[in-house]
């Protein structure tokens, strides 16, 4: 079973993806530093997205406003539900609803 392990510092990320651009190969790196050779190749991927040199996936500031606008989006529609059932329970209380069944 894989080990869950903390995530790199950006410092180590990027040094690995100039060694990469410094033609080193991501299985050499592998051998001498701890990451795997996909997660280097990853990097490197991100990397040239992020320099406009690949088009096929988001660029890392692309990536953090989608991920702030997924949190965003999962609270606004928390928020919802809840006004949506304090509505309800103000309009029973007030009697403008009728009471819901209990027996059901």
Not at 39 to 61: F, N, P
Not at 64 to 88: C, H, M
């Amino acid at each position: 079973m894989q080990q869950h392990r903390d995530a790199y510092p950006p410092d180590f990320r990027w040094k690995m993806v100039e060694l990469v651009q410094a033609r080193r190969t991501p299985e050499e790196l592998a051998k001498e530093f701890e990451p795997t050779v996909q997660t280097i190749r990853k990097w490197v991927e991100q990397a040239e997205r992020d320099a406009d040199k690949r088009h096929d996936g988001l660029t890392s500031a692309e990536r953090q406003e989608f991920t702030r606008l997924k949190r965003e989006n999962r609270q606004l529609k928390l928020e919802r539900e809840i006004l949506s059932k304090a509505a309800a329970w103000f309009a029973r209380e007030t009697e403008t609803l009728p009471k819901r069944n209990t027996n059901s």
